[in-house]
């Protein structure tokens, strides 16, 4: 037989929980989620550009390059990445005429999209930037003729207006896939 001063195992648990409840912090009575956007930034000549991360499979330093012959100059050339090839093109000469003189901050932003492989030449790269989901706009800062095509809203925060330029319009585009002379 039990002794009548001790408590039965369940007595106690339940004791336990009581006491827990009683000194438990409250929780908190909304928790406000925000969801993100990520892009990679880059820089045109002065511009400087978001693209969503979705659309930029890898960023590169400037590979060694083969001249293709019969291209147009903004077309720099085939890489060996890895095994294998990689036509690399000079995004502010397609988008400029002015080709890029590669330097020690110029990275290729490689896009993969549908039919479409190849890696950008851009004059830097900033790395990744996030914003809140819902701060985008389409009042655009002003942007240059050339570059229009790719952009169609811009997100905002403190710093600035980043307009984001899709790689993939610019992997859709006709001009784009005319890179013979």
Sequence with gaps: MSQPNQLSPVR?????????????????????????WNGIAFRVKDKVYIAPMAEVSEILDLPALTRVPNSKSWVLGIANVRGSLLPIMDLPGFLTGQNTKPNKRSRVLVVNHELIHSGLLVDEVYGMRHFERDSWSRKLPKIDRSVAAYVDRCYKNEERAWPVFSMHKLAESPLFHHAGI
Excluded: D, F, G, H
């Excluded at 000194?23 to 909304?30: D, G, H, I, M, N």
């Design 12 to 36: 106690i648990l339940l004791e336990l929980e009581r006491r827990s409840r009683e000194s438990a912090a409250e929780l908190p009575q909304k928790l406000e989620i925000l969801e993100m």
